[in-house]
């Protein structure tokens, strides 16, 4: 037999995740993805070297592992379309009949491999070309946009003019207060959670009021979602100038994302002396942060690896897979945050808590939620009793939280529970917002919880609709006496299709 060269299997073993990353870069490390990598590598290697035992056809073995690599990788996808839908009366989206599908599409594949007399190696060729070329795509993708990110680096610059600064302050770092600025993901504020969800909040505000905090009864976002969101807040600016520099049309948040990770408030409180204290949360921009002195992780799952397993046939056990990985990073946050007390420098510790924002991973003792989707797609929103299952069990480990940071602190911190944005359930199913909202989806989505910590009379400067683009403004010129000032505490609407269309609608809040 001609010998002919064999790479396909390796090939379409590894794009599934450059394909996935690729259209995630902004999102995903480039760590993230060794993981993977190694392991469809080495059990792809694995898998060739044990048929081998069986068959001496290396062309004919490589075709079936080739085979079964799609298979594998495409279940996911395939599963998504067919979820819920019936055919007649007969509910044809479940695993046990997509399994039993896919198990006969295989055996008839190695049928038909091995009964055939024919040599397969322009077939083999064929798979070669495809497979290489789909890799070739993705990595020109990659290349692309590494391309682009490098000529984001003036626009973030320019992010950062126009804010006091201050030269170094070390020499009375030991004076200042430490800072925990804690965004619960998608914390509604107490009005929506009763006129939405029928849920009276007030004892856990009550408690909040009673430890001192000053809740910001009439809060909102100053814009609708996290990227948006958290780069307004932490570069203490509106970030509606993005319109100009990305264009209007654009979808890409990389900027966004880079202002996320290296913002104004952590270059400021560095000059100060402060250590940055970072807590993964599994997401993007704040699953890692280079420029942070001590970094703490839980799980080792994140939103790549969990998107990753959903497009495989591991979504049939991805419940027993990444569940508990992904609760330890939320469970690790609280468990870690009590203990720096003992780091006597001055610190900002960031934790961007992705919750009760879905997946829905706790009920209101904090166990496994049965049934519940592990995805942050737009229509786990629907899940109004698992949110507020979830939101309950995070009262829970907020409020001891609080009696451990203020019983253990010498000097008493500045703390701050914060929500990037609402919820969304009264939104229509899809990942997308629609390009008009009405007063209820913005009240929804725009109102959030709002709550501050500010010893020494801080609090006294506070006001309920205090917006968190104002936040360090706030604390900065309070405890620093740098001179920033507030801004207009404004709201503005976008969607995920065009994220950077911001749409001004304080006047339909200002009533809420």
Same mark, same amino acid.
Request: glycine share 4%; proline share 4%.
């Given at each position: 037999?001609? @010998?002919?060269?064999?790479? /396909?299997?390796?090939?379409?073993?590894?794009?599934?995740?450059?394909?996935?990353? !690729?259209?995630?870069?902004?999102?995903?490390?480039?760590? $993230?993805?060794?993981?993977?990598?190694?392991?469809?590598?080495?059990?792809?290697?694995?898998?060739?070297?044990?048929?081998?035992?069986?068959?001496?056809?290396?062309? +004919?073995?490589?075709?079936?592992?080739?085979?079964?690599?799609?298979?594998?990788?495409?279940?996911? /996808?395939?599963?998504?379309?067919?979820?819920? $839908?019936?055919?007649?009366?007969?509910?044809?989206?479940?695993?046990?009949?997509?399994?039993?599908?896919? %198990?006969?599409?295989?055996?008839?594949?190695?049928?038909?491999?091995?009964?055939? #007399?024919?040599?397969?190696?322009?077939?083999?060729?064929?798979?070669?070309?495809?497979?290489?070329?789909?890799?070739?795509?993705?990595?020109?993708?990659?290349?692309?946009?590494?391309?682009?990110?490098?000529?984001? !680096?003036?626009?973030?610059? @320019?992010?950062?003019?126009?804010?006091?600064? =201050? *030269?170094?302050?070390?020499?009375?770092?030991?004076?200042?207060?430490?800072?925990?600025?804690?965004?619960?993901?998608?914390?509604?504020?107490?009005?929506?959670?009763?006129?939405?969800?029928?849920?009276?909040?007030?004892?856990?505000?009550?408690?909040?009021?009673?430890?001192?905090?000053?809740?910001?009864? +009439?809060?909102?976002?100053?814009?609708?979602?996290?990227?948006?969101?958290?780069?307004?807040?932490?570069?203490?600016?509106?970030?509606?100038?993005?319109?100009?520099?990305?264009?209007?049309?654009?979808?890409?948040?990389?900027?966004?994302?880079?202002?996320? *990770?290296?913002?104004?408030?952590?270059?400021?409180?560095?000059?100060?002396?402060?250590?940055?204290?970072?807590?993964?949360?599994?997401? %993007?921009?704040?699953?890692?942060?280079?420029?942070?002195?001590?970094?703490?992780?839980?799980?080792?799952?994140?939103?790549?690896?969990?998107?990753?397993?959903?497009? *495989?046939?591991?979504?049939?056990?991805?419940?027993?897979?990444?569940?508990?990985?992904?609760?330890?990073?939320?469970?690790?946050?609280?468990?870690?945050?009590?203990?720096?007390?003992?780091?006597?420098?001055?610190?900002?510790?960031?934790? #961007?808590?992705?919750?009760? #924002?879905?997946?829905? &991973?706790?009920?209101?003792?904090?166990?496994?939620?049965?049934?519940?989707?592990?995805?942050?797609?737009?229509?786990?929103?629907? $899940?109004?009793?698992?949110?507020?299952?979830?939101?309950?069990?995070?009262?829970?480990?907020?409020?001891?939280?609080?009696?451990?940071?203020?019983?253990?602190?010498?000097?008493?911190?500045?703390?701050?529970? $914060?929500?990037? #944005?609402?919820?969304?359930?009264?939104?229509?199913?899809?990942?997308?917002?629609?390009?008009?909202?009405?007063?209820?989806?913005?009240?929804?989505?725009?109102?959030? &919880?709002?709550?501050?910590?500010?010893? !020494?009379?801080?609090?006294? &400067?506070?006001?309920?609709?205090?917006?968190?683009?104002? =936040?360090?403004?706030?604390?900065?010129?309070?405890?620093?006496?740098?001179?920033?000032?507030?801004?207009?505490?404004?709201?503005?609407?976008?969607?995920? %299709?065009?994220?950077?269309?911001?749409?001004?609608?304080?006047?339909?809040?200002?009533?809420?």
């Amino acid at each position: 037999m001609k @010998k002919s060269f064999v790479i /396909h299997p390796f090939l379409f073993a590894i794009y599934p995740i450059l394909f996935i990353f !690729s259209h995630n870069i902004e999102q995903v490390y480039y760590i $993230q993805i060794l993981l993977p990598l190694t392991i469809v590598l080495g059990s792809t290697l694995l898998l060739l070297l044990l048929a081998r035992l069986i068959s001496n056809n290396y062309i +004919k073995v490589a075709i079936i592992i080739s085979v079964s690599i799609i298979l594998f990788f495409s279940y996911g /996808h395939i599963y998504e379309l067919i979820v819920d $839908q019936y055919f007649w009366s007969f509910e044809i989206g479940r695993h046990r009949y997509l399994l039993l599908t896919w %198990g006969l599409l295989l055996t008839c594949s190695i049928y038909l491999i091995v009964r055939t #007399h024919k040599d397969l190696l322009n077939f083999t060729s064929a798979l070669n070309i495809a497979a290489f070329s789909l890799v070739i795509i993705s990595v020109f993708n990659i290349g692309v946009y590494e391309i682009k990110a490098k000529n984001t !680096s003036q626009d973030i610059s @320019k992010s950062m003019e126009n804010l006091e600064t =201050t *030269t170094s302050d070390l020499e009375n770092a030991s004076e200042f207060r430490d800072i925990y600025y804690i965004i619960l993901d998608g914390y509604a504020s107490s009005s929506t959670l009763k006129d939405v969800y029928g849920y009276d909040n007030q004892s856990f505000t009550d408690y909040l009021i009673k430890k001192g905090f000053y809740v910001a009864a +009439k809060s909102k976002s100053n814009y609708p979602m996290t990227f948006s969101s958290l780069a307004s807040s932490l570069n203490m600016k509106y970030v509606n100038y993005l319109s100009d520099v990305v264009g209007i049309e654009s979808k890409d948040p990389t900027l966004p994302y880079k202002m996320i *990770t290296n913002n104004k408030v952590i270059n400021f409180l560095k000059l100060k002396g402060y250590k940055f204290i970072h807590f993964s949360s599994g997401w %993007g921009p704040t699953d890692r942060n280079r420029y942070a002195d001590i970094e703490f992780h839980g799980g080792k799952g994140n939103e790549f690896l969990m998107t990753l397993v959903q497009t *495989t046939m591991l979504k049939t056990i991805e419940k027993f897979i990444i569940t508990n990985d992904i609760r330890k990073t939320t469970l690790n946050a609280f468990s870690k945050l009590p203990e720096l007390h003992r780091i006597k420098e001055p610190k900002f510790v960031f934790a #961007h808590i992705i919750s009760p #924002h879905p997946p829905y &991973l706790f009920d209101v003792s904090g166990e496994p939620v049965p049934g519940a989707g592990l995805t942050m797609d737009w229509k786990y929103w629907k $899940q109004k009793k698992n949110y507020l299952n979830q939101l309950i069990f995070i009262n829970k480990k907020v409020e001891k939280l609080i009696d451990d940071l203020l019983l253990n602190s010498e000097i008493s911190p500045i703390i701050i529970f $914060q929500a990037d #944005h609402g919820p969304g359930s009264t939104f229509p199913d899809g990942m997308y917002f629609p390009m008009t909202a009405n007063e209820n989806m913005l009240r929804e989505r725009m109102t959030i &919880l709002n709550a501050y910590y500010l010893p !020494s009379d801080g609090n006294d &400067l506070l006001y309920d609709s205090i917006t968190p683009v104002n =936040t360090f403004r706030l604390i900065f010129d309070f405890y620093f006496a740098t001179n920033n000032g507030l801004l207009d505490d404004r709201c503005y609407f976008s969607t995920y %299709g065009r994220p950077y269309d911001f749409i001004d609608v304080t006047d339909s809040l200002k009533y809420h």
